[in-house]
């Protein structure tokens, strides 16, 4: 009888615990609204980087609106909740993310995908449910009428290029051009863009080469560009694990000339693969340089260490995302929020301070020029160079509006 | 040219430490191991971890990352491989079975060690120069040490007591049980030497071009490759596989453009296979 009644006791009490534990969460639920955005994008395999920067720089800027109560959308705080959904950059698996994100979780606003197959692939599922989404992919079909839920992330190679080949034409000196491009869609698209670019400039293309995203030894493949003796080596669509690898097995050849890529770059791994032979590197950065980055930046570089463990210097260029949608969002109105509508009428006259950047600058909405509409993030183009283990700032422009 | 034969002769060295382990387990247990390229991946990052995190000199820390993922394999083969084939007859469990532990060790590496590549200093600087061709000195380093890792293994193969019970395992079992050779433990030590020579490759190739939690699907399709051309199973016909494609990648990638390196020797491996397809060395009875 005291056996039964101590058992009574026990499981009464896990039952509480049990409810307790469940019940509490929906508790907090019911207290605060909840705003709801998604990311989609390659989290696992040798694009990894890509997707997941995407992923805790959501998370890094949903922590910190909450720390602060939430995001205040017509006098009502809402708590921000990032739903994440891995594609493995396989476009069967974006399609079924995005139906998850926009059906299943009724999210009309996502991040994502990363490359040109995968973004291309959700635009029927993004329309037909009715989604913004904001891809880091360049092709142009994806933000060119009649399409017009996709908004460009960061800067376009096609945009960063003329800038910086400009630069290196008439500060560094450079004539011959070496291209080095990744062998998929986003790579073959980058060197062609690039490479009309660098015509027009007047620099001559000595080589062009490309290489299987699954390569492992990168000796092999640039032995042809540096034999060709090139001033510089444009890397097309380089991965972030491939760019140290490239530049190391280059300059064991004995290359001395330069590298760029219209892609941002991890300073980390530059350090840890190239070692001394990371020098050279001229590249798209994002706010993350100490000379330009404000206070909130800094905030931003500590949440995103918290949630990620470690800082990545491409969650410079990918911080901008969801602080444009919910600051889009605060101007529309909660009507916004579940109406893309509004929200596509509120950008040709969106503006906010960036709180990135030290300097006072507007953050807008920009792509006219390249698109037709705006439907690109005016991400500040800032072009970095590697010197002495860091990344230094090699000038600052902005893409046309 | 020369340059060619150099870059040929690194990358197969390096692709036979891969072979060997992969052959190694697929002739004593019949088991595609579709998780050898995760396990080079694990031997790098674990490699990376010892050295810049915990702050070991780099031969300790390869040493120590060979240890713990050959401890991993047979522990793989004990407690999921050796229950499976008890339980199924089916071939291709064993081979799901080999893609679920693949799916595991690369999530498992992507929450332990991140999404970047990791890399550690090189062992060695310096650039050799022979005749026109470059040569650098790490890559020197690990050729050499990937040449003398491939004797060792071939004379532990060949004239160990342990090394022939795995031989005539690969040949018959029933026999080899007969015999009164321990097979089950046979067949964990061999799982756990094919998975650490994996660690090995994956903990020197990190000193020249580093390893991410991503990088297992392609080494495996290139060990597969390999065992195809040489002949699977068979400890010299792995030797050949991985002399063939290193030469074959240097040549196809100073002559065709890089696109189409890999379409050709996909290509090359279909007819080749329609021709013979237990390989160059292998057996057609198996």
């Known amino acids: ?401 | 040219m020369e340059q060619i034969l150099v870059n040929g002769a690194i990358l197969a060295a390096n692709y036979a430490l891969i072979a060997l382990g992969i052959t190694l387990i697929f002739s004593i247990m019949n088991v595609l191991n579709f998780a050898h390229g995760q396990m080079f991946m694990l031997g790098g990052l674990l490699v990376y971890w010892l050295v810049v995190q915990i702050g070991l000199p780099y031969a300790a820390a390869l040493i120590g990352a060979t240890i713990i993922v050959g401890v991993i394999g047979m522990a793989f083969e004990v407690f999921f491989f050796r229950q499976v084939m008890r339980n199924s007859t089916r071939e291709e469990n064993t081979m799901l079975l080999a893609v679920g532990t693949a799916l595991l060790l690369e999530n498992a590496a992507l929450s332990l060690f991140g999404e970047k590549q990791r890399g550690v200093p090189p062992i060695v600087s310096g650039v050799y120069k022979l005749g026109d061709a470059f040569l650098p000195a790490n890559r020197a380093f690990v050729f050499g040490v990937s040449v003398v890792l491939i004797v060792a293994v071939l004379l532990f193969v060949n004239y160990s007591r342990t090394g022939r019970a795995m031989r005539a395992l690969a040949q018959d079992r029933t026999a080899t049980l007969l015999m009164g050779v321990n097979t089950a433990r046979v067949s964990t030590l061999g799982f756990g030497l094919g998975a650490a020579l994996a660690a090995v490759a994956g903990g020197l190739l990190i000193t020249v071009s580093g390893v991410n939690a991503g990088v297992g699907t392609a080494i495996s399709t290139k060990a597969f490759i390999m065992i195809m051309i040489g002949g699977a199973g068979v400890v010299s016909g792995a030797l050949l596989g991985a002399v063939a494609l290193g030469f074959i990648e240097a040549f196809g990638y100073a002559y065709l453009p890089g696109s189409l390196t890999y379409l050709m020797i996909f290509v090359a491996l279909i007819i080749f296979l329609l021709i013979r397809p237990q390989g160059i060395m292998g057996k057609p009875w198996g």
Request: hydrophobic fraction near 40%; aromatic fraction near 8%; include cysteine.
């Open chain 1, 1 to 401: 009888m005291v056996i039964a009644s101590r058992r009574t006791l026990l499981k009464g009490a896990g039952a509480l615990a049990l409810a307790g534990a469940i019940g509490a969460p929906a508790r907090v639920r019911a207290e605060g609204k909840v705003l709801k955005i998604g990311q989609l994008g390659v989290m696992s395999g040798p694009e990894a980087s890509w997707g997941l920067v995407n992923k805790f720089s959501c998370l890094a800027t949903a922590e910190m609106w909450n720390a602060k109560g939430g995001v205040e959308i017509d006098g009502e705080l809402y708590r921000v909740e990032i739903v994440s959904v891995d594609d493995r950059n396989d476009p069967k698996l974006t399609v079924s993310g995005a139906e998850r994100l926009t059906g299943e979780e009724g999210i009309h606003y996502f991040v994502g995908p990363n490359m040109d197959t995968t973004a291309t692939s959700v635009r029927p599922i993004a329309e037909k449910n009715k989604a913004i989404y904001i891809p880091y992919a360049f092709a142009r079909t994806v933000y060119t009428p009649p399409a017009e839920n996709a908004i460009l992330g960061m800067i376009a190679s096609y945009q960063v290029a003329p800038v910086m080949y400009k630069i290196l034409k008439e500060e560094r000196g450079v004539g011959k051009v070496a291209f080095l491009a990744r062998n998929d869609s986003d790579g073959l698209l980058q060197r062609d863009e690039a490479s009309k670019v660098a015509k027009n400039l007047g620099l001559e293309i000595i080589s062009s080469d490309t290489y299987e995203p699954s390569i492992t030894d990168f000796f092999p493949v640039v032995a042809n560009a540096v034999s060709a003796s090139p001033d510089l080596i444009i890397m097309s669509s380089v991965a972030p694990a491939h760019c140290p690898q490239l530049m190391r097995a280059a300059r064991e050849m004995g290359y001395t000339g330069l590298f760029a890529a219209e892609s941002a770059q991890d300073i980390k791994i530059i350090k840890e693969v190239a070692g001394e032979y990371g020098d050279g590197l001229v590249s798209i950065g994002g706010a993350s340089t100490p000379e330009i980055r404000s206070a909130y930046m800094e905030d931003f570089i500590e949440k995103y260490n918290a949630v990620a463990g470690e800082w990545n210097d491409e969650a410079g260029t990918k911080a901008y995302a969801l602080e444009m949608l919910l600051g889009t969002l605060q101007k529309t109105g909660a009507a916004g929020i579940s109406d893309i509508e509004i929200f596509k009428k509120a950008i040709p006259d969106f503006s906010m301070k960036n709180p990135f950047l030290k300097e006072e600058a507007a953050l807008t909405y920009v792509g006219m020029a390249d698109f037709g509409q705006k439907r690109q993030i005016g991400v500040p183009m800032v072009i970095t160079e590697t010197k002495g283990g860091e990344f230094t700032t090699l000038a600052i422009g902005k893409v046309e509006s």
